[in-house]
């Protein structure tokens, strides 16, 4: 299973982004979609995720009023709006899918696209 990430690229601070992830019909439909992030030294930390149906978002402390999480249901497509960047949100930015089934957690990943935010 290929989540495909797009959207990333090199800004200046208070600029804004706007990342895509397109998944198979099949795991999207059915999963909790998060995006992660991850900075050299660090371990990948979940920065957003949304509910299958888009009733639920959930976001860190860091992003709060700044990005927001969507999915397009129709087009299987998971995106992330970022506006008001800082260079502490620079990273590869990763979307992935959970989902339960059959008594068990799955989880598929993306290839992950580069932010990289300058003062």
């Known amino acids: 299973v290929q989540l495909q990430a797009s959207g990333g690229g090199s800004v200046q601070a208070g600029a804004s982004l706007r990342l895509s992830c397109v998944a198979p019909?099949?795991?999207?439909?059915?999963?909790?979609m998060g995006w992660f992030r991850q900075t050299p030294g660090k371990e990948r930390e979940m920065i957003a995720q949304?509910?299958?149906?888009?009733?639920?978002?959930t976001y860190i402390d860091s992003v709060k009023g700044r990005f927001t999480i969507s999915r397009d249901i129709a087009k299987n497509t998971l995106s992330l709006q970022m506006n008001s960047l800082n260079p502490e949100d620079t990273g590869v930015y990763y979307c992935?899918?959970?989902?339960?089934?059959?008594?068990?957690?799955?989880?598929?990943w993306g290839q992950g696209t580069l932010v990289t935010v300058s003062s």
């Open positions: 949304i509910t299958p149906r888009g009733y639920s978002t």
């Open positions: 019909e099949s795991i999207f439909s059915s999963s909790i």
């Open positions: 992935n899918a959970r989902r339960y089934s059959d008594g068990m957690w799955s989880g598929y």
